[in-house]
């Protein structure tokens, strides 16, 4: 069974530059041993929809044709990969434009762009918003694990690609239900993702409605101990509050 657009399937890869530096990879192994590995960051074979540029356009149409297990490599030159650089991009930006003092090297966020902070000259910093990999010819080892059918699985690894997270879903018929904790409700992120995978799923994976169940769940008890604790940690506070108030009424 090849690949088609379309399709849903669990892939495995590693970036490299072209001089063999790894800058992307879903082995945590690996990551750890390119200084690559970030807390939070899940290491694990992707879902992704082949066809639909949730990986970048040389490897995702180097995907279309494969069969499933298939392991290979693409040279992918950079109008397939992160673009040509572009000078329009890098930008001089006031320092007070910033919460934290910029310095060079530091990746930063303006206007809903990212760009990484190339030199701080008094009050202006120069910033570059390509990608840091425009204009680089890259390439990517990868392994097609599998074509995924089931829908359950489907919905779980976009809901897993797009927000890092696992969710609670069921399918009766053609009908998904996904369970939320209510907190998220309150991320603006999670609220626009949601309807993008809404449709998502709705067009790829075969479904005729998906529902969002908002969950609340009762708060774990507290040990006896653990309560004794906080209340002897609170009592300390009191005490020490009240001693610097009497220490100040005598000075």
Not at 102 to 130: A, C, H, Q, W, Y
Not at 154 to 162: I, M, P
């Amino acid at each position: 069974m090849s690949v088609k657009r379309g399709d849903f399937i669990r892939l495995s890869y590693i970036g490299r530059l072209d001089n063999g530096d790894v800058f992307d990879t879903t082995n945590e192994d690996i990551a750890k041993e390119n200084d690559l590995f970030a807390e939070g960051v899940s290491y694990a074979p992707i879902v992704i929809i082949a066809g639909d540029n949730m990986v970048v356009t040389g490897l995702d149409e180097d995907l279309i044709g494969k069969a499933s297990g298939y392991e290979g490599q693409v040279t992918i030159q950079p109008k397939d990969a992160f673009g040509e650089r572009k000078p329009e991009l890098v930008e001089v930006v006031p320092t007070r434009r910033f919460e934290k003092r910029p310095t060079p090297g530091m990746r930063v966020s303006l206007d809903n762009k990212t760009g990484t902070v190339e030199s701080v000259i008094g009050g202006r910093v120069r910033v570059d918003f390509n990608s840091p990999y425009a204009g680089k010819i890259i390439s990517y080892e990868y392994t097609i694990e599998k074509i995924i059918n089931k829908t359950v699985e489907k919905v779980k690894g976009l809901f897993k690609y797009y927000l890092n997270k696992n969710f609670d879903v069921s399918v009766v018929k053609k009908k998904v239900k996904v369970d939320m904790p209510y907190e998220l409700g309150f991320n603006p992120q999670v609220q626009y993702y949601k309807k993008l995978l809404a449709e998502k799923i709705m067009l790829f994976a075969d479904v005729e409605e998906v529902d969002y169940i908002e969950v609340h769940k009762r708060p774990e008890p507290v040990s006896e101990e653990a309560s004794e604790e906080a209340s002897e940690e609170k009592a300390d506070q009191q005490s020490e509050a009240l001693g610097k108030k009497e220490k100040q009424s005598t000075d």
